[in-house]
């Protein structure tokens, strides 16, 4: 079953401790993002990654890392995590880029289920 | 001026209604364009892709305005599990050469007896 799995789905932690949520997609997809999804804000996207080792900031990064040194896994890093990163993640993944999903051209995304974050 | 504008309602209709949103985008390098549905918070799924010339999709029709950037989609026969939030997505090339998909935030319906 095509599935973006990511962990932990719930966490609460404290201001300044370093937390890791992964992400693991097994489509063998290439393009992978991360997004935070915050009231009357919609989604909005943290980094992304084209493949391997290739990745780079979206609308919010301030405060993220993340790393894709396999293609399957991207995961995103919180080093010293703050309450105004009191959230919603999800990670998704695709076949391509959003560049290529052209009128009449699908390119599903994949979500997970979503990662409850709270910054105390 | 928000990228992705919709109505966030919420809309509170009885079954068997019909019942549309409309979405606006500001950037006109805008491409492709999509209607995603999420539940009680849990992950987005597509609902369907928005074509040039309109596309229905059973009870569901979508269609685009390249003119006056405006994406709508329209529920017909309303039943009580299309109560969701339904979110509008563009996708923008320029910026980077990978495109960016922008998302709305969201209308919410709800669908009652």
């Known amino acids: 079953e095509a599935q973006v799995t990511q962990n932990p789905r719930y966490l609460i932690t404290v201001t300044g401790k370093k937390l890791t949520v992964t992400c693991s997609q097994n489509m063998n997809h290439e393009y992978m993002s991360w997004y935070r999804q915050d009231p009357g804000l919609g989604l909005r996207q943290i980094y992304y990654s084209m493949n391997v080792e290739v990745t780079d900031k979206g609308d919010v990064p301030e405060g993220y890392k993340v790393s894709r040194k396999e293609k399957r896994n991207f995961p995103l890093i919180l080093e010293s995590p703050s309450p105004n990163q009191t959230s919603l993640y999800f990670c998704?993944?695709?076949?391509?880029?959003?560049?290529?999903?052209?009128?009449?051209?699908?390119?599903?995304?994949?979500f997970g289920e979503g990662s409850w974050l709270t910054v105390v | 001026r928000k990228e992705v504008e919709q109505d966030p309602g919420p809309f509170n209709v009885p079954e068997g209604a019909t019942v549309a949103f409309n979405c606006t985008y500001s950037n006109s390098a805008s491409q492709s364009f999509f209607w995603y549905r999420q539940d009680c918070r849990k992950e987005p799924k597509l609902l369907m892709s928005?074509?040039?010339s309109g596309n229905e999709d059973g009870r569901f029709t979508a269609q685009l305005n390249r003119a006056s950037q405006y994406i709508s989609l329209l529920i017909r026969d309303s039943k009580l599990s299309d109560s969701a939030t339904y979110l509008c997505?563009?996708?923008?090339?320029?910026?980077?050469?990978?495109?960016?998909?922008?998302f709305g935030q969201g209308t919410i319906l709800t669908v009652h007896p």
């Open positions: 998704a993944s695709s076949l391509y880029p959003p560049s290529l999903a052209l009128d009449g051209k699908r390119n599903t995304i994949y």
């Open positions: 997505v563009v996708n923008t090339i320029g910026g980077t050469s990978y495109g960016k998909l922008t």
């Open positions: 928005v074509y040039s």
